[in-house]
T-cell receptor, first 111, second 114 residues
């Protein structure tokens, strides 16, 4: 049973466009929501993270929006660049435990 | 650079063969993890070690065993490989358990079982 559901599986965006990836969760014990970025042949690396008491967090071109009542959160990449082409994973954490990942989204940004 | 080192990077096994995936970290982290990555499934936790001397099952432990050899090293063993274990395996470490501690991942081992 996938505790964190991610969509879409793949996404193609033109350079300069906005990339949006969505995630939903069921477990209300989750209390920390990171996003990981993975380039081919590499391990995932932390990109940005949010706690559920905050509705939005922005770091450069990357923004997380969080809707606690709907149990949903999303990653927005503004002014998408070809160098952003990678696989993106949302994830969720409980304070006592371990990281649970979504299924991943393969993002391709065309020049 | 400091980080998590995994060996080997690639491996092909025949069904029934055994092998051990090695992982070492040099960040003095207490907790270590093994994940497998499959298309459309994300990363799923196989086993983890909260601290030296302890290991626990994750989401998909069947067919695997682990050993926390010391604080630096955490190995994953496949006793009798099956085609369903074809995957990319990632080792990760963190300073402690819980969400205040970020995970650092290795570059992965791509395993094919034929």
């Amino acid at each position: 049973q996938q505790q964190v559901k991610q969509s879409p599986q793949s996404l193609i965006v033109q350079k300069g466009g906005i990339s949006i990836i969505n995630c939903a969760y069921e477990n209300t014990a989750f209390d920390y929501f990171p996003w990981y970025q993975q380039f081919p042949g590499k391990g995932p690396a932390l990109l940005i993270a949010i706690r559920p008491d905050v509705s939005e967090k922005k770091e450069g071109r990357f923004t997380i929006s969080f809707n606690k009542s709907a149990k949903q959160f999303s990653l927005h990449i503004m002014d998408s660049q070809p160098g952003d082409s990678a696989t993106y994973f949302c994830a969720a954490f409980t304070s006592y435990g371990k990281l649970t990942f979504g299924q991943g989204t393969i993002l391709t940004v065309h020049p | 650079n400091a980080g998590v080192t995994q060996t080997p990077k690639f491996q092909v096994l025949k069904t029934g063969q055994s092998m051990t995936l090695q992982c070492a970290q040099d960040m003095n982290h207490n907790s270590m993890y093994w994940y497998r990555q499959d298309p459309g499934m994300g990363l799923r936790l196989i086993y983890y070690s909260a601290s030296e001397g302890t290991t626990d099952k994750g989401e998909v432990p069947n067919g695997y065993n682990v050993s926390r050899l010391n604080k630096r090293e955490f190995s994953l063993r496949l006793e009798s490989a099956a085609p369903s274990q074809t995957s990319v395996y990632f080792c990760a470490s963190s300073r402690g358990q819980g969400n205040d501690y970020g995970y650092t991942f290795g570059s992965g081992t791509r395993l094919t079982v034929v």
